[in-house]
């Protein structure tokens, strides 16, 4: 890219973030500084709203960049992203939104408490909903680091260095200063952005190849270096018998993870009634699965305009794929059309990454000091308000997850997010829905639940090839894995659903059957629902 080119384009970012820091500053002089307006916004969004700003939070970078940059590599096989993230918001439509809004008040941790001992079930959730966070942190991060230093003209380890820092900084202003209510406005701008972004290439595409679908696939394949095997399953989970379980592990961490999201569940939070959350769902879902249609076309589209050669050189996770794509299809390197429609894309792409972690920042800031602080505070002394502690907690797991970024910058963004979803499926969605559905459930069995679900699945991520022994791992260097897949959802999900069930049948406290009875009747009524 030319001085020109990457001054129209970081004039562009500068844009979004002038006017996503105006929205903060806005909101921060017209809020009321309670623990509802800072965490819920006030309950105050119409289901339209929330469901932009659900789309938002969920289409993330793991979405634009890194989904569409797997299906240039690795075609058919990276389409089980797009067919993942969107079969799972089937199980939060019919078992997770209604029931959730309902039972809780600001977290996931609140459905579990209301029929639970409360400090240790929120001391467990909130610990869980922390590490979730982090770890879809990092992937955002990284994405952004991709981003930013193909702008400036290459692979600069130093620029991306410094923008995962910016995005960490930007990231605590946003939750800091504007809460819930910034949170979600910043979602909802930035969804319509990216959705008007998706349809743009996606046409440019087409247009491309006359609108003919199979011209397109068959130039992809032509151009992916595989030939016929790049339309077909397996390329990259069809090897060994590794991989073949390694496709199970993702496919069943992606559809059954967005249900145990933090940022996702706390958005049910932000509407009035259940009836409201539920229709917030609908909207979301009628978004983000024309979105993801559309990341296909333009996975396919990037490996038979540039090549998966072309893509791979640029970032060998495939990161970078869509915003060249954008450049070639507006005229290419050098010209006008080339440099608005990447910068465009880029721009678009980065307000992606500033919503996503901001919803995810507050969302993990809430469970510190709405779960872990208001659990261990002392009965005596000096308290300090909610509020207080999650602005100061949103700087500490901002910087966690910088420092996280900068080391896992070399991975797929949809990839870093798969990792989350499993742990999310592991240790957030067994507890969530036993409490929901199972009468005689006890705390020991919500604690073992937690747990049981993520020490397994952050264990068996240490110890595999995603960490060390092989090429592309975090240590290429060393190699101390034992675990072979790369997803530990096959394996940590069961055991997080085989925990909960031991704990409550070893357990001898005997369930509350009138506490349960309450939250069964406030689950599907709505009565005395906060």
């Known amino acids: 890219m030319s001085g020109d080119h990457q001054t129209l384009a970081l004039l562009l970012f500068s844009a979004f973030i002038a006017v996503t820091l105006g ?24 289901p339209l709203e929330n469901g932009f700003a659900i789309a938002g939070d969920y289409m993330s970078a793991a979405s634009f960049l890194g989904i569409s940059g797997l299906i240039a590599l690795y075609g058919y096989d990276g389409m089980l992203y797009s067919v993942g993230f969107l079969v799972a918001w089937l199980v939060v439509l019919l078992l997770v939104a209604e029931l959730v809004r309902n039972c809780g008040r600001f977290t996931l941790a609140d459905v579990v408490a209301s029929r639970m001992r409360e400090r240790p079930v929120r001391i467990a959730a909130g610990t869980s909903s922390v590490a979730v966070s982090v770890l879809y942190l990092v992937a ?11 702008l400036l003209g290459g692979t600069s380890e130093a620029a991306r260095s410094w923008t995962v820092i910016g995005v960490g900084a930007l990231m605590v202003v946003y939750v800091s200063l504007g809460g819930m209510r910034a949170t ?48 077909s399953p397996g390329l990259k989970y069809g090897g060994d018998w590794t991989a073949r379980f390694d496709f199970i592990s993702l496919g069943l961490a992606l559809v059954l993870g967005t249900a145990g999201l933090p940022h996702i569940l706390s958005r049910f939070y932000t509407v009035p009634t259940a009836r409201a ?33 072309k893509v791979r050189t640029s970032n060998a996770a495939g990161n970078t794929a869509v915003p060249l794509l954008a450049l070639d299809l507006g005229g290419g390197a050098g010209t006008t059309g080339g440099t608005v429609l990447f910068a465009v894309v880029a721009a678009v792409a980065f307000a992606t990454i500033l919503a996503v972690v901001a919803g995810i920042t507050l969302a993990s800031s809430a469970s510190v000091a709405h779960d872990l602080y208001a659990s261990l505070r002392r009965r ?47 240790a957030n969605l067994p507890v969530l829905l036993y409490s929901l559905f199972w009468r005689n459930f006890t705390t020991r069995g919500a604690v073992w639940s937690v747990y049981g679900g993520l020490v397994p699945a952050v264990l068996l991520v240490v110890l595999s090839p995603v960490v060390s022994g092989s090429p592309e791992a975090l240590f290429p260097g060393v190699d101390f894995h034992v675990f072979p897949l790369q997803n530990p959802g096959l394996v940590s999900i069961p055991l997080g659903f085989l925990a909960g069930w031991i704990g409550t049948t070893t357990s001898t406290e005997a369930p509350d059957q009138a506490k349960h009875a309450e939250t069964e009747v406030r689950a599907l009524t709505g009565a005395g629902a906060v």
């Open 23 to 46: 929205i903060t500053t806005w909101v921060s002089r017209n809020r009321r500084g309670s623990a509802e307006e800072f965490y819920a916004g006030g309950r105050l969004f119409s």
């Open 140 to 150: 955002q991060m990284v994405g952004a680091g991709s981003l930013v230093a193909l």
């Open 184 to 231: 979600t406005w910043i979602q909802i701008v930035k969804a319509v952005l990216l959705m008007l972004g998706a349809i743009a290439m996606t046409v440019l595409v087409l247009v491309r190849f006359h609108g003919d679908v199979n011209q397109l696939l068959n130039s992809a394949a032509e151009h992916s270096g595989h030939g016929r095997d790049f339309l």
């Open 277 to 309: 959350a539920r229709r917030s769902v609908v909207w979301s879902i009628g978004l983000i699965g024309s979105f993801y249609l559309m990341t296909i076309v333009l996975g396919f589209g990037a490996a038979a305009v540039l090549g998966s050669d």
């Open 380 to 426: 005596r002394g000096k308290r300090h308000s909610e509020v207080a502690v999650a602005r100061a907690a949103a700087a500490g797991i901002g910087a966690a997850a910088i420092g996280l970024g900068l080391l896992a910058r070399d991975l797929n963004v949809a990839f870093l997010v798969g990792l989350a979803f499993a742990v999310a499926a592991s």
